[in-house]
T-cell receptor, first 118, second 112 residues
Framework: DTEVTQTPKHLVMGMTNKKSLKCEQHMGHRAMYWYKQKAKKPPELMFVYSYEKLSINESVPSRFSPECPNSSLLNLHLHALQPEDSALYLC?????????????????FGSGTRLTVV | RKEVEQDPGPFNVPEGATVAFNCTYSNSASQSFFWYRQDCRKEPKLLMSVYSSGNEDGRFTAQLNRASQYISLLIRDSKLSDSATYLCVVNLGPDSWGKLQFGAGTQVVVTP
């Protein structure tokens, strides 16, 4: 299995809703990432989990809350989002969690969740 | 100055022609380099890593020039299916927790 699977593929939520995005990989990768991508812009890093511990939070607002229940799963909990949070949310993984995992092999991205906040 | 810069294009390329474009990076500590391809409304997909000696994968050739801090991608015998945005990606290495720096992408449009 060489895939990163994200669910749901599409999500529409109101500003008072609570929802979660899910990401799963079975490649034995020890680092997992959340990226946000707006139209015609490159992906922007949000969070990095390394060996199931949060190692980087790129000053993301607290209405986004990541969780890593185990080495294969990564969640992003959403609460009280704003319309400007509408974007493609990408999960990625890389081989090891020391920061070296992506050096030779790059990252594998999931197909993303397209989020619309209304 | 952006950390990774690319010509946004679009590069309009007749089918069968060759197209090449560069990407410059500002951080000399950058350790590894990649080209990703992203189709409209899809996720980025790794096209190829870029090695110091240059490397080729079929119709695609990537080069790295550390002295001038740029990488390049050349596509030979362009196919309609090569139409996409090509993202230059730089890995800053373990000291930066392997953070990736993305360029804004170069759009390639292959025409019949």
């Amino acid at each position: 299995d060489t895939e990163v699977t994200q669910t749901p593929k599409h999500l529409v939520m109101g500003m008072t809703n609570k929802k979660s995005l899910k990401c799963e990989q079975h490649m034995g990768h020890r680092a997992m990432y959340w990226y946000k991508q707006k139209a015609k812009k490159p992906p922007e890093l949000m969070f990095v989990y390394s060996y199931e511990k949060l190692s980087i939070n790129e000053s993301v607002p607290s209405r986004f809350s990541p969780e890593c229940p185990n080495s294969s799963l990564l969640n992003l909990h959403l609460h009280a989002l704003q319309p400007e949070d509408s974007a493609l949310y990408l999960c990625a993984s890389s081989q090891d969690g020391t920061g070296q995992g992506g050096l030779d092999y790059g990252y594998t991205f999931g197909s993303g969740t397209r989020l619309t906040v209304v | 100055r952006k950390e990774v810069e690319q010509d946004p294009g679009p590069f309009n390329v007749p089918e069968g022609a060759t197209v090449a474009f560069n990407c410059t990076y500002s951080n000399s500590a950058s350790q590894s380099f990649f080209w990703y391809r992203q189709d409209c409304r899809k996720e980025p997909k790794l096209l190829m890593s870029v090695y110091s000696s240059g490397n080729e994968d079929g119709r695609f050739t990537a080069q790295l020039n550390r002295a001038s801090q740029y990488i390049s991608l050349l596509i030979r015998d362009s196919k309609l299916s090569d139409s996409a945005t090509y993202l230059c990606v730089v890995n800053l290495g373990p000291d930066s927790w392997g953070k990736l720096q993305f360029g804004a992408g170069t759009q390639v449009v292959v025409t019949p």
